[in-house]
């Protein structure tokens, strides 16, 4: 499908008069809002009855109007518009009145549903389609009719479509384009087949199954009743049955073969359902309400590529006032590495795995909807409970596009993996963050196993992963300490023949290998190595999703540099791979304790306590630098806070991030007035005195959440641009923030 074009342009050239032929609701709200708007110097309307003519200039909607346009063709002339606005049939006997009388230079458009049938019958009284002819469709309307509906509102923030075709003149487009801008409408282009397509399925279907259901249940007279206790769901589901039948009767048949694809379609699903309900076949039904939820839910997002979180959908900044201190106790939400695995690995077990403390941001939603598209039922999340209806090692189903993961690298590696076993084709598609990121990595170990992979220039996604293909182990040696590659490659491993193996030149987060194991499957671990063979089967679990370390950081180092506080982040997930952070704010001087340390479903877990002390520069040890890989930009803002220097080195892996991380810190700080000097694998930062100033977090959430703690210690406000990432791993950072004492808002 092509992407529809918006258009941008205002009203460029003036309309001098407007006729509207036909003063229904459509016609008769765009005279409404251009006389409101004062976008026209006049409007004339044109109706078939005299009432009607006499109501519209009763009503203010028009100047003057009569009953053929006949009688007022002669003055038209270049900058006139002419709007049909009658029902779809009714448009060519229309245009047969307009073609003898409207000189060429006057622009015609319409407001018909159905972009098709208009365009044969401007071929058909024309003999071919003028330039002065521009097809179009106001999406806006309701289920009232006739000239006293006219809204002069109804078109604000409504999308008006133009359909465009070779022979549109574009002075002509503009024309129009401008007019409906003045209306208050957005307006977009796209192909006329497009159009009816898409119309027949998002408004045409819809209002027929609304008219047959309500003429089904309104003829059958035992169901009297219904009408009388009719609840919420009805009278919403069948509003769109008291629209104008006459309307719709056009609509139909004039775009019968795009609306009978679509009816079919649906008839089949309605068919599945229906066994499905005879058989009670559970698990059938409860995939389709599920997954049509979540498309509910989210579908407007989906269709446009965008965040799942509506406050992702816009740009925002954060200011956040200097000083203050952190106080009490803060559960941040669940671990991303582990919600991203749990889902994965649920998918593929054998049974239902519950999941709990499931971290609701964009970056496990996106794992979550691509298990979806796989077939995969999942109910929820809710209050971060999820049910995944696994379908065991060989159960997934090939998607029905691409399989977009959004901002988060985590899912594209690990499900590269999977699916390069996998006998259908796949494609893995995300934002421009994550276009820029490599995926070599993955691709090429997976190359070897005989994965068939190909990525865009640079090892950059798109990857596009052959199905079928028989993968064979390997013996990997990692040259960079990945858990996502090393996870991506123990995942292929369960479809390759033999056992795979890989090593990894430093420690790195170890959730596969523990999550595996708690679903019963067998990995052999010595040292830096990890081992696995394919043939086995997981078995479903229940899995209780630690706090996100990575998310507690900024409470961590928010309480360490502010004087005064002290913070109890509770129920955090220390896993000896992730707990770099709490060993190097340690070594700089940090007062932190850990209390109630016990084990949660085979991950350790802690209460951390973290009270306010000075803290000192250090150079920071290489190998804590894989065990606090995703702190840094917090552990920055620390140093920055820190006496003396502190120096790190050995994290080139920094550079390739959802940021270059180094660099982006670097700039910020700079900015902040702190010297900060970046290295190829590192950074050299100086204590001193935090500045306010105007950062950017280029669109990184943990770039975004260190600057935002940064204020606690600086003399003026900062603020930081480009935040809406922040939901990716953090959905409740603002209110947990500003909860804790930081003194931050948020700027949409
Ligand atoms: C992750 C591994 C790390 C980390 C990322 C999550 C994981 O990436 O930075 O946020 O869940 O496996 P690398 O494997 O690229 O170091």
Not at 239 to 248: F, G, K, T
Not at 293 to 299: E, G, I, L, T, V
Request: proline share 5%; aromatic share 4%; charged share 20%.
């Amino acid at each position: 499908m092509t992407k529809p074009i918006l258009t941008n342009s205002i009203l460029t050239i003036p309309i001098k008069r407007l006729v509207v032929v036909g003063l229904g609701l459509i016609g008769g709200s765009l005279a409404a809002a251009l006389k409101k708007a004062s976008a026209c110097q006049e409007v004339i309307g044109i109706a078939r009855r005299s009432v009607t003519c006499a109501d519209a200039v009763r009503l203010g909607i028009v100047d003057r109007a009569y009953l053929s346009i006949a009688e007022v063709a002669a003055e038209l002339e270049s900058g006139d518009v002419v709007f049909i606005s009658v029902p779809t049939l009714s448009v060519e006997k229309i245009l047969q009145e307009i073609v003898g009388c409207v000189d060429p230079q006057v622009t015609i458009t319409d407001g018909a549903s159905v972009k098709g049938s208009v365009i044969e019958s401007v071929k058909r009284v024309y003999g071919l389609i003028p330039p002065q002819f521009v097809a179009g469709h106001p999406i806006a309307g309701s289920e009232q009719s006739g000239v006293e509906a006219s809204d002069p509102d109804l078109y604000i923030n409504h999308r008006v479509i133009l359909t465009p075709t070779e022979e549109t003149g574009a002075a002509h487009l503009e024309l129009i384009t401008g007019m409906w801008h003045a209306a208050g409408a957005e307006v977009l282009t796209m192909p006329v087949e497009e159009h009816d397509d898409v119309l027949a399925a998002t408004s045409h279907l819809p209002h027929a199954i609304a008219y047959s259901l309500v003429d089904t249940l309104a003829h059958d007279s035992e169901n009297e009743n219904i009408f009388r206790y009719a609840a919420g769901g009805f009278r919403d589901f069948t509003r769109i049955a008291s629209s104008d039948p006459v309307m719709w009767h056009d609509i139909m048949r004039a775009n019968k073969s795009s609306v009978l694809s679509a009816l079919n379609l649906f008839t089949d699903n309605l068919q599945r359902l229906s066994s499905a309900i005879e058989q009670e076949d559970g698990e059938y039904l409860l995939g389709v309400f599920t997954r049509a939820k979540a498309a509910r839910d989210h579908f407007s997002k989906m269709l446009n590529k965008q965040a799942y979180s509506t406050n992702m959908q816009h740009s925002i900044s954060y200011t956040v006032q200097p000083g203050g201190c952190v106080q009490g106790e803060l559960r941040v939400p669940g671990d991303k590495s582990i919600s991203h695995r749990s889902i994965m690995l649920g998918s593929l077990a054998e049974g239902i795995t519950e999941v709990e403390g499931f971290l609701e941001g964009e970056d496990a939603l996106a794992t979550l909807q691509a298990f979806r598209d796989m077939g995969v039922v999942i109910e929820g999340p809710d209050s971060g409970r999820v049910k995944i209806h696994g379908v065991g090692l060989h159960g997934l189903q090939k998607p029905p596009g691409p399989l977009y993961v959004g901002n988060s690298g985590t899912s594209m590696r690990l499900l590269a993996g999977l699916l390069a076993g996998q006998i259908f084709d796949s494609e893995l598609t995300g934002d421009e963050s994550l276009t820029k990121r490599p995926m070599n990595r993955v691709a090429n170990p997976l190359r070897e196993m005989g994965a068939k992979i190909t990525t865009a220039e640079g090892g950059r996604p798109p990857l596009n992963i052959k199905g079928g293909q028989v993968l064979n182990a390997i013996n990997y040696t990692m040259p960079m300490a990945s858990a996502q590659v090393k996870s991506c490659i123990l995942l292929a491993g369960l479809y390759a023949n033999g056992t795979t193996q890989v090593t990894e030149p430093a420690p790195t987060r170890d959730h596969t290998e523990r999550m595996l194991t708690g679903f019963g499957y067998p990995v052999k671990r010595d040292g830096a190595m990890a081992q696995l063979s394919s043939g086995g089967a997981l078995s479903s679990t229940f899995i209780e999703v630690p706090a996100d370390i990575s998310s507690a950081t900024f409470f961590m180092v928010a309480a360490a540099i502010a004087p005064g506080s002290d913070v109890t982040l509770t129920h955090v997930g220390i896993n000896p791979t992730r707990d770099g952070v709490i060993s190097i704010l340690t070594l700089m001087g940090a007062d932190i304790s850990l209390l109630n340390k016990r084990d949660v479903g085979g991950e350790p877990v802690a209460d951390i306590r973290v009270k306010y002390a000075p803290l000192k520069g250090i150079n920071i040890p290489e190998d804590q630098v894989p065990l606090a890989i995703d702190e840094f930009p917090a552990l920055f803002i620390a140093a920055s806070c820190a006496e003396g220097t502190t120096v790190l080195t050995g994290a080139e892996e920094l550079r390739v991030k959802e940021s270059d991380r180094i660099q982006v810190m670097a700039d910020g700080l700079k900015i902040l007035g702190v010297s900060a000097q970046p290295t190829a694998d590192g950074i050299v930062i100086e204590g001193g005195v935090i500045g306010g100033g105007e950062v950017e977090s280029h669109d990184d959430h943990r770039i975004a959440m260190s600057f935002t703690i940064a204020a606690l210690r600086a003399t003026a406000p900062i603020v930081v641009n480009n935040c809406a990432n922040v939901m990716t791993s953090f959905p409740t950072f603002v209110g947990l923030a500003q909860q804790a004492g930081i003194a931050l808002t948020v700027n949409e």
